[in-house]
């Protein structure tokens, strides 16, 4: 049973999704005015000016944040320094390093991503990798490809599985109306200025809500003081997926004091296994390092099996984590190391499986030597401790700020 959890508070909004009563993602935006959103800037559409391109294809844009937004030109770009040019964020700021943008330009819809194809690009119609029947996959891009405009491309998301043609076809013009107007506007405004979204700071982002919302969610808690917050949050929803709305419930009490437990222990260095094992968690500026131990698990048979049922308990924990933390980029994990390929076969496909389950594209590069296997998982927003902890001013070791925050759910 899936669940989602809006909390609406003075110092930010806290988005939730649990599955079966187990946290599984949590999103962190902070506010203005006690109000509006004023987290991620992922997906904003913004007409910049380019400040300045560096040797090979780089080049900082001013975007309107506290600092500039960086981009990597394709070849043959022909842009100039000074020259309005139009852009859409794909990272938010981590640390030192500004806004990462692209020049392709999309709208994501729950059923179909819509882009705006540049000259050099040929029209084409991706499908979901998580759409795993043939016939279906069939099915959808050939509905796909007869309903899309001429100068678009798209990407047939995995919750059009099923769909039928009329509401396909429904959102497809929805959202090419919507970038028409976009790109209209760019022609003439005056750089910076985000085009889209037209309220910059919602209360709720619709790109998040269009990523979390599915049919298969049995209710969704929405707390807040206000009646006008919990309908224009209810409003965003029934524009994504009106089955939803009858499901959607105000609370004014908080409603992620259920699961404080469970975020208190995403932030923790260590996390048991049930096998008795268990793995600590590392993040630095480069890479995540995730490393298993056998802990108390010393196994009631032989050695090989003792490790192979912790490395298995260890991939499920672990996929589980990164989706739930959101870390991203290099990941290492350092499995124990097991000598038979058999046994590397079987966590590698156990881990796939369960890195299968989280909607951001992570790449499993394998084994890269002794019993460590290297991932890569795109960046867009930062890791939750980048919200809930800050580094101790004298050693520079992590400290929680969760116990005033978990004033605001209890």
């Known amino acids: 049973m899936k669940r989602l959890y809006i909390d609406h508070r003075p110092d930010a909004i806290y988005t939730a999704l649990t599955e079966n009563g187990k946290l599984t993602e949590l999103f962190i935006d902070t506010v203005t005015d006690n109000t ?14 380019l400040k300045t391109i560096l040797p090979g294809q780089f080049a900082f844009i001013d975007i309107g944040g506290k600092k500039n937004a960086f981009i990597n030109l394709h070849k043959g770009h022909g842009l100039k320094a000074g020259q309005p040019v ?4 794909e990272k938010d700021a981590v640390g030192t390093k500004g806004m990462c943008v692209g020049l392709e330009i999309s709208l994501k819809g729950r059923l179909i991503v819509l882009y705006a194809q540049r000259k050099e690009q040929a029209q084409g119609v991706g499908i979901s990798r998580k759409i795993t029947n043939e016939k279906e996959a069939r099915r959808l891009r050939k509905i796909v490809w007869k309903l899309l405009p001429a100068g678009y491309g798209a990407i047939v998301r995995t919750n059009a599985e099923g769909q039928p043609k009329p509401a396909i076809a429904e959102e497809i013009e929805h959202l090419h109306k919507t970038l028409v107007d976009i790109i209209t506007r760019a022609e003439y405004i005056l750089p910076p200025a985000t085009l889209y979204p037209v309220l910059q700071e919602s209360i709720i982002s619709q790109d998040l809500l269009s990523d979390l919302l599915s049919e298969d969610i049995e209710e969704i808690q929405i707390s807040t003081n206000t009646a006008e917050t919990f309908a224009e949050i209810k409003n965003a929803i029934h524009e994504l997926l009106p089955i939803l709305t009858a499901r959607t419930h105000k609370t004014d009490a908080p409603c992620l004091s259920a699961i404080t437990s469970q975020i208190k222990a995403a932030l923790q260095k260590e996390v048991r ?3 008795g094992g268990y793995i600590t968690i590392e993040q630095t500026e480069a890479c995540v390092v995730i490393d298993v131990n056998t802990g108390s698990n010393v ?13 298995l308990d260890a991939a499920v924990v672990i996929a589980a984590q990164i989706r739930l933390r959101n870390l991203s980029g290099i990941i290492i994990i350092d499995f124990i190391d097991m000598p038979k390929e058999a046994d590397k076969t079987a966590l590698l496909t156990t881990l796939e499986a369960e890195i299968k389950k989280d909607r951001i594209k992570t790449e499993i ?14 960046k867009s927003r930062p890791p939750i401790s980048h919200f809930l902890t800050s580094k101790c001013p004298h050693c520079g070791g992590q400290l929680e700020e969760l116990q005033n925050r978990t004033e605001v759910f209890c």
């Open 273 to 275: 296994l049930s096998c």
């Open 299 to 311: 196994g009631n048979t032989d050695y090989r099996t003792t490790i192979l049922e912790t490395n």
């Open 86 to 89: 139009l852009v859409q964020v």
């Open 365 to 378: 590069a394998g084994f890269i030597g002794l019993g460590m296997v290297q991932l890569t998982r795109r």
């Open 36 to 49: 509006k959103s004023s987290g991620s800037w992922v997906g904003r559409i913004i007409v910049g000016r």
